[in-house]
């Protein structure tokens, strides 16, 4: 059974939403609007510059994706590749999805002269924080803060 990664597109926008929904539920009990969930995955395709998807596909049935955004460090002179939206299908899981999608962000990344690779995890995922551990991650000493500010710059008039 191979994995196959690649780019995703627009057809993959029905996974992507039940995906990311399904993400956002699982590790924090949250219910997105689908609407703005569209919207905001529909903007990554619209502006490079947001970032990309990749899927895996296992015998031609996609079964996991993720996203990558870039964040510039004045620090290094390079941009950070934050790996985030990731999810992976019950039934593959445990089966190197993440792995094969990890491999691949990392190969990107390396060619694109990035200088780093970053993703954040929920506290009580010991699960995941050993999978990044296992790929060779380190726990950074950041600590994250967020002031939520209402807008949404994605949000179409009404």
Request: neutral net charge; proline residues 3%.
């Amino acid at each position: 059974m191979s994995l196959l990664i690649r780019a995703a597109t627009l057809a993959d926008l029905p996974e992507l939403l039940a995906w990311n929904a399904a993400m956002a539920w699982e590790t924090e009990r949250k219910q997105l609007d689908p609407a703005v969930l569209e919207r905001g995955i529909r903007g990554v395709f619209e502006q490079a510059r947001r970032g990309f998807y990749l899927v895996a596909e296992r015998d031609g049935v996609a079964v996991g994706s993720l996203l990558v955004t870039y964040e510039w460090s004045d620090w290094r002179c390079g941009d950070f590749w934050w790996i985030q939206s990731v999810y992976v299908v019950s039934e593959a899981r445990r089966g190197g999805v993440f792995r094969a999608l990890y491999a691949d962000v990392a190969q990107r990344a390396a060619a694109a002269g990035a200088v780093g690779l970053r993703l954040y995890v929920e506290t009580e995922n010991q699960r995941a924080q050993a999978t990044y551990a296992g790929l060779g991650m380190q726990r950074c000493h950041y600590w994250m803060y967020e002031s939520p500010l209402g807008g949404n710059p994605l949000k179409t008039a009404e």
